[in-house]
């Protein structure tokens, strides 16, 4: 059974920076795309920045790119978000996923497994 676990989220006023980390565990998911998604309230979950197996390719939306930077560790198992330039309208849940199988994606239905979640709030 596989466990995402999200850390790092919290309180941040606009323009400052916070690292949201994701511990895997219950399988290895280093053959597998993964990625971070962010979910308002009343709002569809949207894709922030996936990452291929090997990190050779790397994903972003639009209002992310160039602020945010997705990582990942296949040996410890973990996957990281730098968000830098934060502003009120990055305030979301976040969450971290990964696929059963294949390449890094952009469309949240393409993931099997989900963390919880972790609250990020930016103040303007």
């Known amino acids: 059974q596989v466990q995402l676990v999200e850390s790092g989220g919290g309180f941040v006023e606009a323009g400052g920076s916070l690292r949201l980390s994701c511990a895997a565990s219950?399988?290895?998911?280093?053959?597998?795309?993964m990625g971070w998604f962010r979910q308002t309230p009343g709002r569809e979950r949207e894709f922030v920045a996936v990452?291929?197996?090997?990190?050779?390719?790397?994903y972003y939306a639009d209002s992310v790119q160039g602020r945010f930077t997705v990582s990942r560790d296949n040996a410890r198992n973990t996957l990281s978000l730098q968000m830098n330039s934060l502003k009120p309208e990055d305030t979301a849940v976040y969450y971290c996923?990964?696929?059963?199988?294949?390449?890094?994606?952009?469309?949240?239905?393409?993931?099997?497994?989900w963390g919880q979640g972790t609250q990020v709030t930016v103040s303007s």
């Open positions: 219950g399988r290895r998911l280093s053959t597998v795309g």
């Open positions: 990452i291929s197996w090997s990190g050779a390719d790397i």
């Open positions: 996923a990964a696929r059963r199988f294949g390449a890094a994606v952009e469309s949240p239905r393409e993931y099997d497994y």
